[in-house]
């Protein structure tokens, strides 16, 4: 029989094991296993499934006279991906990798796959465009390598929640609808807000900078929008960003707390996702803190010197960027620091003895940018003056210069693009893979 398995409910059936707890069963204990079919081997009258589910993968055999012959004929018409439930035996297998596996006695198929998806589950890389992914995207996620990346993505997230709440960060959330650019940039999403236009925003910046005042130290994980028209490896329209925003300390106090709050993450990572790092074959950097650091100024010098067409005061080229990291083997994280002021945004500290420098920073891994920081100005004039060179509408500020008149503390921060780091550390190519739905100038779906 070759059709298609009658789709049945799950009733009273529920799984009383998951794949992984299979082995720690005895002989011929009877169990349910619930997930979904990852693979089909068929060798005539003796047939290999491999049942997923959200811990892992269980093996269940079905051989001629082992099984009901009516659990035999539903097997035959198994697609890979059908949802299903299998009641069986268990069977201890020294030689199994899973240690065990399951003879069944009754299926119940509850959503059967109508195509069979068009690329292959196993492996690290597909060799499948990434287009045709993304439009099955929550099929493509069944991948063993992006079922890796996404739980990795999780330790990185509570280990940063983890860290910041020892450190003394309170976890904020700042709007996302506003009403005037924070950057003064023109990468942004106009939307309606009833009867006015207002903005998706670019960056929590401002908020959280106010929130120093009343909190001191705060962070926010939450998402930033930005209409960035070209297409790179290293750009969404909505990314995660993780933003900290901290009291009484400068850029050099920024700079050490994001290097021990990458220290952490990995550590956490290579306590908790041991069988990610292992079955993805994931290679986490190792660092050693303090990350190198090097200023604005010895990166230009080593471009001159290679003759790269750079002057001083102009930001740094990807290209540029790639030049400096294989010349100076720099290929984990490290430290740019004290930018050329007219560069950075308006809110960004000016070097008080050099003030064509800014007190400021961009974590690096290689040529990609994980994170920019600074210290910020916290006197009204001087964050004015700074609008006025920038050519900002300083009455659009309003809203935000007025809290600067009651006693803002020296403060200081950054913001790590999620995306960004998750790709550093598991060393994904393209930032799209490191979002579960990711949204650029051509992709608003799924
Ligand atoms: P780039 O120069 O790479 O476009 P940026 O300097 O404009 O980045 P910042 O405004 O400094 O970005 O934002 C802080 C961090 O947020 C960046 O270091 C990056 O990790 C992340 N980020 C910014 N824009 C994007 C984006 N469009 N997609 C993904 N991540 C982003
Ligand atoms: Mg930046």
Redesign the pocket.
């Known amino acids: 029989m070759n059709g298609i398995i009658e789709e049945v409910e799950m009733d009273q059936w529920r799984r009383t094991h998951f794949s992984s707890e299979i082995r720690s069963c005895s002989e011929n204990d009877t169990v349910i296993v619930m997930g979904w079919v990852s693979s089909i081997r068929d060798h005539g009258n003796l047939h290999f499934i491999q049942v997923k589910d959200r811990i892992g993968e269980t093996q269940v055999v079905a051989k001629k006279g082992d099984c009901p012959d009516s659990v035999l004929e539903q097997i035959q018409s198994l697609k890979e991906h059908s949802s299903l439930a299998v009641k069986g035996r268990v069977r201890l297998q020294q030689k199994s990798p899973t240690g065990a596996e399951i003879v069944p006695v009754e299926l119940k198929v509850f959503s059967n796959a109508r195509n069979a998806a068009p690329f292959m589950l196993q492996g690290k890389r597909s060799s499948i465009g990434l287009d045709i992914r993304l439009d099955l995207r929550a099929v493509d996620l069944r991948r063993n390598i992006l079922q890796s990346i996404f739980r990795i993505r999780h330790t990185l997230l509570s280990s940063i929640r983890e860290f910041l709440a020892k450190e003394g960060f309170l976890e904020v959330n700042t709007p996302k609808m506003i009403a005037t650019a924070t950057?003064g940039?023109a990468?942004l999403f106009p939307i309606f807000y009833y009867d006015r236009e207002a903005f998706l925003a670019?960056?929590p910046q401002l908020y959280k900078e106010q929130l120093t005042m009343s909190f001191e130290n705060v962070y926010e994980i939450g998402p930033?929008f930005?209409a960035?028209p070209s297409r790179?490896n290293?750009?969404?329209?909505?990314?995660?960003?993780i933003?900290t925003e901290m009291a009484f300390a400068d850029y050099s106090d920024a700079m050490q707390l994001l290097e021990r709050l990458i220290f952490h993450v990995l550590d956490s990572i290579r306590k908790n996702n041991n069988d990610e790092l292992n079955s993805s074959e994931i290679v986490l950097p190792n660092i050693k803190i303090p990350l190198p650091r090097y200023s604005y100024d010895q990166i230009l010098e080593s471009l001159m010197e290679s003759d790269e067409n750079v002057r001083y005061g102009d930001?740094i080229s990807?290209q540029a960027l790639k030049l400096i990291a294989s010349k100076l083997n720099l290929n984990s994280f490290y430290f740019i620091t004290d930018w050329p002021a007219s560069i950075k945004?308006f809110y960004v500290k000016p070097n008080s003895k050099f003030e064509a420098k800014s007190e400021s920073f961009?974590?690096m891994f290689g040529p990609?940018?994980?994170?920019?920081g600074s210290t910020r100005i916290n006197r009204k004039l001087e964050l004015v003056e700074r609008m006025r060179k920038q050519g900002l509408n300083i009455q659009k500020f309003d809203y935000h210069l007025k809290v600067f008149d009651y006693g803002i503390p020296p403060h200081a921060g950054?913001?790590?693009?999620?995306?960004?780091?998750l790709m550093s550390i598991t060393g994904l190519e393209n930032?799209r893979d490191a979002s579960l739905y990711p949204r650029d100038i051509d992709r608003l779906a799924p």
């Open positions: 950057e940039g990468a670019q960056s930033i930005r960035e790179t290293r750009h969404l329209s909505e990314a995660i960003s933003d930001d990807p945004p961009d974590l990609l940018e994980i994170s920019s950054f913001g790590v693009g999620l995306e960004r780091f930032i």
